[in-house]
């Protein structure tokens, strides 16, 4: 059965960085594109990163310039570096997968073109 497990959220404070990581099991990752969601209370699921099994990127316009997803195939790992931390960025974060074979899509990510999602790393961002 395939999962991914996310991870690394924290509080920090503003102007500060964290990063999450996502593990993959039960599948081969490399074939799989990599994305990041994130949900505040009574707010829509927002797309953030998706990185592309061949490794193309797309970054959402609100986290452009300080927000770099990255993977280590080697490890079944995915990474969202989070850089100049505001704190809107306060919320849950989701690492998804891309069904087999499928590049990431142009921004805004659609939440129903994953099919596999984490289980959520809460990140705060407060002084």
């Known amino acids: 059965q395939s999962h991914l497990v996310d991870s690394g959220g924290g509080l920090v404070q503003p102007g500060g960085s964290l990063r999450l990581s996502c593990v993959g099991s039960?599948?081969?990752?490399?074939?799989?594109?990599i994305g990041w969601f994130r949900q505040a209370p009574g707010k829509e699921r927002e797309g953030v990163s998706c990185?592309?099994?061949?490794?193309?990127?797309t970054n959402a316009d609100s986290v452009k310039g300080r927000f770099t997803i990255s993977r280590d195939n080697a490890k079944n790992t995915a990474y969202l570096q989070m850089n100049s931390l505001k704190p809107e960025d306060t919320t849950v974060y989701y690492c998804?997968?891309?069904?087999?074979?499928?590049?990431?899509?142009?921004?805004?990510?659609?939440?129903?073109?994953?099919?596999?999602w984490g289980q959520g790393t809460q990140v705060t961002v407060s002084s």
């Open positions: 998804v997968r891309r069904p087999l074979g499928r590049a990431c899509e142009d921004q805004p990510l659609r939440t129903y073109n994953y099919d596999i």
């Open positions: 039960g599948f081969t990752f490399r074939n799989y594109s």
């Open positions: 990185i592309s099994f061949k490794g193309g990127t």
